[in-house]
């Protein structure tokens, strides 16, 4: 197909051609313009048309008339755009194109935050006669589009029959992983049966609604997430849109309750959830081999541990199999977990470690231990802390040090967010100031271990 002449002869259109895709040909005149910013939620996705851009065509030969149009779209704030698929975006020819399709489009590429995104198309607009298309390239445009996406606050309270519907209460917080909401929009909450039972035991549902932290104790409603406005299970809301959000068939043959909530595509469940007394950490530091425990002492998922490591580990819920473990998740923000496409935790540089995994939340950090000591009025008073040193070999800390009678416990880091008391054989944290009955020089071992696992030993020299 040859190139359209400047003076408005069209005598090249007069054999168009049948057969394939051809070449676009140009036309003097026959321009696309960009249009302004289109913002995706302003309208409803199943049913809107948008514009993306506008023609500004010239007389057509004879007999010819426009029949349909295309953009292929390229994003051109995205890292390695240049390697990016075109989208093949759909018109009719006045460049109205279905909102579906550019949520897609756009969301696909960038997410679903609520920022305009910079897009770059090239037009393509089909003349028809008698059943044979010739293709026109009406030039470039660049559209700025906002996806649709809900407004989601950093975090949330439920608000609802198990705290009286009070506004201002925030007993229940609703979490996401600490990230941006846009990039981490699963927020989640587990909650004691205990403290639902009241509203089973009455023959109630569960029935609540989110509100945002930015609304608690405001009295306002407007921004709450509900239930679906068409009641749909498992969906949501944004804006206060629907009725209650509602939970049943919840007994006590679990001990916790997690709600998950997706504010980006607006879905939730929930499960029961019955946790271990133990979960593991194996890795470089015991040989890939033997595992050191982690201990979750409310049996709420929450695991707190204590070990030597010195490169990559994991962690797994048995002690004697893989079966299920966790692993960082490849590629996600540093401290999450996944059971699937997992990569190694760490490396860790080499020394003692506070290992904290919670699996309500799917999240470990661990907090490195510089000292371990003995605290207490076997020093004479608690201001005065005795160190002890790591021995590798037999995994404990240890000194040989003169004590008089008197109260002590064990703390790490001249702190107390780390301590151990309780009994010579069963140390926990925060545990009970212990009592050393006679003065006298002393070698103390301490296994610094997880509750329940944790012990020391003292001999006298």
């Not at 897009?119 to 660049?142: E, P, Q, R, S």
């Not at 800390?397 to 416990?409: I, R």
Request: charged fraction near 20%; include cysteine; charge should be negative.
């Amino acid at each position: 197909m040859l190139l359209a002449s400047c003076n408005g002869d069209y005598d090249d259109w007069a054999d168009p051609l049948g057969n394939g895709e051809e070449t676009a040909i140009t036309i003097p005149g026959f321009t696309a313009s960009s249009v302004d910013t289109i913002n995706l939620n302003s309208v409803g996705l199943d049913t809107a048309q948008m514009s993306v851009f506008s023609l500004s065509t010239a007389t057509l030969p004879e007999g010819y008339d426009l029949s349909q149009a295309r953009v292929e779209f390229l994003p051109l704030e995205l890292n390695g755009g240049d390697a990016v698929t075109p989208y093949s975006l759909t018109t009719d020819v006045t460049g109205l194109a279905s909102a579906s399709d550019l949520q897609s489009m756009v969301a696909g590429w960038y997410g679903k935050r609520p920022v305009a995104r910079k897009l770059t198309g090239v037009v393509y607009v089909w003349a028809m006669k008698d059943g044979a298309a010739v293709k026109i390239n009406a030039g470039t445009v660049t559209d700025l589009i906002v996806p649709q996406a809900p407004e989601i606050d950093t975090k949330y309270y439920i608000t609802g029959n198990i705290n009286n519907w009070e506004n201002s209460n925030t007993d229940f917080e609703v979490v996401n992983g600490g990230g941006d909401p846009y990039d981490d929009p699963v927020f989640s909450i587990l909650i004691p049966y205990e403290k639902l039972e009241p509203v089973f035991a009455a023959g109630n549902n569960l029935e609540f609604k989110l509100t945002p932290a930015s609304m608690i104790g405001t009295g306002d409603w407007t921004k709450c997430v509900t239930a679906a406005v068409d009641g749909a299970e498992g969906k949501l809301a944004d804006k206060n849109a629907g009725g209650n959000i509602v939970a049943t068939k919840l007994d006590g043959n679990f001990k916790f309750y997690k709600f998950t909530f997706n504010l980006l595509d607006q879905t939730w469940s929930y499960e029961g959830l019955s946790f271990s007394q133990y979960i593991y950490e194996i890795g470089n530091n015991t040989g890939w081999s033997t595992v050191v425990p982690l201990a979750s002492p409310k049996f709420d998922g929450v695991y707190l541990g204590f070990a030597y490591l010195n490169g990559e580990y994991k962690f797994r819920p048995n002690e004697s199999d893989w079966n299920g473990d966790w692993g960082q998740q490849d590629g996600g923000a540093l401290g999450n977990l996944v059971q699937e496409g997992e990569v190694n935790c760490g490396p860790a540089k080499a020394g003692y470690y506070a290992m904290k995994v919670d699996l309500t939340k799917m999240q470990y950090e661990v907090t490195p231990i510089s000292s371990i000591s003995i605290i207490g009025t076997v020093n004479g008073n608690w201001d005065t802390d005795t160190e002890l040193t790591y021995n590798a070999a037999d995994g404990c800390w240890e000194t040989t040090a003169v004590l008089n009678a008197g109260k002590m416990k064990f703390r790490a880091n001249h702190d107390w967010v780390y301590n151990w008391g309780g009994s010579p054989d069963n140390l926990v944290q925060g545990g009970a100031d212990m009592t050393l009955a006679q003065a006298g020089t002393y070698l103390v071992k301490l296994y610094a271990l997880c509750d329940g696992k944790a012990y020391f030993t003292m001999t006298k020299k």
